[in-house]
């Protein structure tokens, strides 16, 4: 019997740590694949096409939008960013488990779409520690460090559309909640039980 | 913030594992604690009164039917069980975790009352492997044998009145299975999380 693959959708507010816990997880995961997300966004330093994004024109992005290439994607200060459709449904009907990590709004539309995913909203251990966090990224103008700042704080109110939050204390042990969720939701007793149980009975 | 205690509730067939896995969490866990049954039924070798069960006559189990003692009791092969109600619902307000192996009848009277449980039913690796178990325990006689093994075949469509199931291949690989479903549900996003969000919003 093929299981169908988790769809794991990760948020957080900025700082929060996501994208580390996410690195995390795939280091220490065989079973998880990560889902590479469409931006028109500028790559920052160090970020390659094709690994951490793919780096698009808004031309590109908009053909794709007109052509429903997206599971979600959402404008988000001033950049689009976005899911390839396909290639995400392909890998779960295959039984991988897929790991997007993305923001609230672009969640939201692929839980509407997807409700069956399993969705993780990563907080940070403080507010306090947000500020620095965000601070030490060092890859904000003031304002957008402000706009980025009140933006968490509005942001932490969607916790409550998740299934699952992780307190990002620390960064191991946030990981380890993490695989506890991911095993704890293959065993879920869902639609494919029934299959199960006749497997069961077959036997004898 | 003191947060609620998860009822977890283990049932499974007979000779599936459920009692080996719910004593190697025991000795794992410090933060789970077990719910101890009464019951009417002759103890086995070995079994003392207080620890694996609270043994009682039928004329005092009735009494405290009568007094709406048991957060659940049933009859089982001409025997009574039951589970102290005070007990358990006093040590989840304190925010204890509680553990209660008990059979599928008893599991679903619970989940009535209290639905926001945990409920884990534990399978065997297979159905073949379940006959030779029941075998293996040498307390049944022939015809005992029989009702439970046919019983145990009918036993396993109520899966689907669970959250989880486990497949007992192994018991500390079963074991690690349900330490994540507990750490998992720990997690999970429920009515507390309004008041989380508020002690985040607070700090600043």
Known sequence: MNKKGLLIVVSGPS??????????????????????SATTRQPRKGEVDGINYFFKTREEFERMIDEEAFIEYAEVYNNLYG???EYVLDKLNQGENCLLEIDIQGALQ??????EGVYIFILPPSMKEL???????GSETPESLERRFSSAFEEIEFVNQYDYYIINDEVSTATDTMESIIDAERC???????????MFKEEI
């Open 131 to 137: 500020k620095s966090r965000i601070i030490g990224r």
């Open 15 to 36: 700082g929060a740590g996501k994208g580390t816990i996410c690195k995390e997880i795939l280091s220490r995961r065989k079973d998880i694949f990560v889902s590479i």
């Open 110 to 115: 692929v839980k509407k779409r997807y409700p």
């Open 188 to 198: 879920k007793v869902i639609e494919d039980i029934e299959e199960i149980v006749a």
């Open 83 to 85: 899911t390839p459709k």
